[in-house]
């Protein structure tokens, strides 16, 4: 008896589905073919992004191997062009390797570049950084003290990773200013800075004896 009531209920839910399929099964293959679409949509548009990428990482290896041979002119151009039409990553790189190149020859242009980098707030603070910080290198004989310290202190700030590029540079800022009170701040900042590397301690000992602290920190 139990095998005639299973029998039924299969009968029974045959027929429930066949009723189903018979008023849903436009929206049912509608909506395996939207599935089926966006699936081939979407490796299509990572087949896409990943051309891209290549495209522009190639470019901006081409652009890196100009500049290495010394074709600055051209190499900004390259640069220049990838920061236009590359992917994300590779624009924002290759727009701080343009103003490095416009350096060799306008370095009140690289600044400009540098500064807008800088001033990005779309770009993460070690991209803004490694700009303020060249900005500086090439102001860093011309530039007051104050100037400096307006574009490098947040980079100097302890949880940046550039800061002690950023405070080398604020010191010899301030040693050409005649400050030594802030460079005596800025050398302290980085000799007891565990990151700092052996060769910069050495090289701020030196700074610190011709500032006429005699190298003690």
Aim: without cysteine; charged residues 25%; glycine residues 6%.
């Amino acid at each position: 008896m139990s095998d005639i009531f299973n029998e039924v209920d299969e009968a029974v839910r045959r027929e429930k589905l066949q009723k189903l399929w018979e008023r849903y099964q436009g929206l049912i293959i509608g909506a395996v073919v939207l599935f089926v679409l966006a699936v081939g949509g979407w490796r299509g548009y990572a087949w896409w992004q990943a051309k891209q990428s290549a495209e522009a990482g190639g470019a901006f290896q081409a652009a890196m191997t100009l500049s290495s041979e010394g074709k600055h002119v051209e190499a900004e151009a390259a640069f220049a062009k990838v920061a236009e039409q590359g992917t994300a990553g590779y624009r924002d790189l290759a727009r701080l390797q343009a103003a490095g190149e416009s350096a060799q020859r306008d370095p009140k242009a690289a600044v400009a570049a540098y500064d807008a980098i800088a001033n990005d707030s779309r770009l993460n603070d070690t991209l803004r950084d490694v700009a303020a910080v060249r900005a500086a290198f090439i102001l860093v004989d011309s530039a007051s003290y104050e100037d400096m310290r307006k574009r490098l202190e947040s980079a100097a700030s302890a949880d940046h990773p550039f800061r002690n590029s950023a405070r080398e540079m604020l010191a010899l800022s301030a040693m050409k200013a005649n400050d030594t009170a802030s460079a005596r701040k800025w050398f302290d900042q980085i000799v007891t800075d565990a990151a700092a590397s052996a060769a910069l301690r050495q090289r701020i000992q030196m700074l610190m004896a011709l500032s006429g602290d005699g190298g003690n920190s």
